[in-house]
């Protein structure tokens, strides 16, 4: 084993990965600060302009995925390098949907509507899912009684048996040999 260790220890690429794993570190670090700075200017965006900047929705999808490559590197769950050692990762954008006034909600109490359709569905389900475990219950429970039952009646008839056996008359007093007497 010490010789499995050492011949580790002396692999080029294990020391260069270290290296690599640091300096991703440090750039995951400040990837974080990025985006809590992202996070800040689409708030701002939104609250201003009523919906959120697409250059920072395009440029926040590309920093989570560098974020995700980073993280399966330093996982070693791949060997493929992230930027800056790789391109920087774009996906394509997708525009956000123009809002329409029609179609959403105004007000919160069409919107609360909605979420309390929606809270009735989730319940139903719920107290559905309820009656089918109450109803097994009751069948396993009904079931079991019936087994109980069967174990009780059988018992009651072995008894019954041993009983009827222990009343019954030797084999010699059915033959008629107990009237004749004894001989002395």
Same mark, same amino acid.
């Given at each position: 084993? $010490?010789?499995? +260790? ?6 080029? $690429?294990?020391?260069?990965? %270290? ?5 991703? +570190? ?7 600060? +990025? ?11 939104? %609250?201003?302009? @009523? ?8 440029? @926040?999808? !590309?920093?989570?995925?560098? %974020? ?5 590197? %330093? ?26 006034? $029609? ?9 609360? @509507?909605? $979420? ?19 109803? =097994?219950?009751? /069948? ?11 174990? /009780?009646? =059988?018992?009651? /008839? /072995? ?7 222990? !009343? ?7 033959? @008629? ?8």
């Amino acid at each position: 084993m $010490s010789g499995d +260790i050492k011949r580790n220890a002396t692999r080029r $690429s294990i020391w260069l990965r %270290l290296v690599y794993m640091v300096v991703l +570190i440090l750039a995951f670090n400040v990837a974080e600060l +990025i985006t809590v700075a992202v996070v800040a200017f689409q708030f701002l965006a939104s %609250l201003f302009t @009523g919906q959120p900047n697409d250059q920072l929705i395009r440029f @926040g999808r !590309n920093l989570a995925r560098y %974020l995700q490559q980073v993280t399966v590197f %330093l996982t070693f769950a791949t060997e493929e390098k992230p930027f800056p050692f790789a391109p920087w990762p774009d996906e394509p954008h997708k525009k956000a949907p123009e809002k329409e006034d $029609s179609k959403q909600p105004d007000d919160k109490s069409e919107a609360a @509507g909605d $979420s309390t359709e929606n809270d009735k569905a989730a319940e139903a389900r719920k107290a559905a899912e309820a009656r089918k475990a109450a109803e =097994a219950r009751k /069948a396993a429970k009904a079931k079991k009684a019936t087994e109980a039952k069967k174990v /009780a009646e =059988a018992k009651r /008839a /072995a008894e019954a048996d041993k009983a009827a056996e222990a !009343n019954q008359p030797d084999a010699a007093d059915k033959t @008629g040999d107990a009237d004749k007497p004894k001989d002395l």
